[in-house]
């Protein structure tokens, strides 16, 4: 509802949406999704090795990264101490 009550103009018809137009919205955001994660699988990777070259613990880049809801119990990385907050 709009600040201005209009009571005296007709209500808008519903817009018939094109199942074709859907598809193509569906369609671009599927290319889209697909080049961010692509680009953001690079860019992660890189920062991983970056900081992998530069010395650090594996389950401290799994932290930095926000990864470690995904980490799980991950037998590669085991027999790595945890590290403290």
Not at 9 to 19: G, H, I, N, T
């Amino acid at each position: 509802m709009s600040v201005i009550d209009c009571d005296y103009l007709p209500k808008p018809e519903p817009v018939q949406f094109p199942p074709e137009l859907a598809l193509l919205i569906v369609r671009k955001a599927a290319s889209i999704a697909e080049a961010f994660e692509s680009k953001a699988l690079d860019q992660m990777t890189m920062d991983a090795r970056r900081a992998l070259r530069d010395g650090m613990e594996p389950r401290r880049i799994i932290r930095q990264m926000g990864l470690y809801s995904l980490a799980g119990n991950c037998p590669d990385f085991s027999h790595h101490p945890p590290i403290a907050s």
